[in-house]
């Protein structure tokens, strides 16, 4: 079983930018394909961004590209994801997600394990 330890959120204005970070307790972050998905009050789960291939590639939601950048840091085994220019419409809980092998990144099912989530608020 993998831990998810996220960190990061928090209030910010419209315009702002945030780093959430997310580290699997006691495992390599490179034995994983990992990304975030986030959840708004009311609405469904969705896709923001990823790591596939096992870092080799990555992939965007189309609401997230040009704002949002997925990285990683091998040494401090550690996943970032830098949002800027943020709208009051990217205010959610934040879920880090991480899985041996991902296929279709962009649906819940396919990804094993989840972080216990983090809120962004845009304040407008």
């Known amino acids: 079983q993998v831990q998810l330890v996220e960190s990061g959120g928090g209030l910010v204005q419209a315009g702002g930018s945030l780093r959430l970070s997310c580290a699997p307790s006691?495992?390599?972050?490179?034995?994983?394909?990992m990304g975030w998905f986030r959840q708004a009050p009311g609405k469904e789960r969705e896709f923001v961004s990823a790591?596939?291939?096992?870092?080799?590639?990555?992939r965007y939601a189309d609401s997230a590209k040009g704002r949002f950048t997925i990285s990683r840091d091998v040494a401090k085994n550690t996943a970032f994801l830098q949002m800027s220019s943020l709208t009051p419409e990217d205010t959610a809980v934040y879920y880090c997600?991480?899985?041996?092998?991902?296929?279709?990144?962009?649906?819940?099912?396919?990804?094993?394990?989840w972080g216990q989530g983090t809120q962004v608020t845009v304040s407008s």
């Open positions: 997600v991480a899985s041996a092998t991902i296929i279709n990144p962009t649906i819940t099912s396919a990804w094993t394990f």
């Open positions: 790591f596939i291939r096992r870092g080799v590639g990555t």
């Open positions: 006691g495992r390599p972050i490179t034995l994983y394909d």
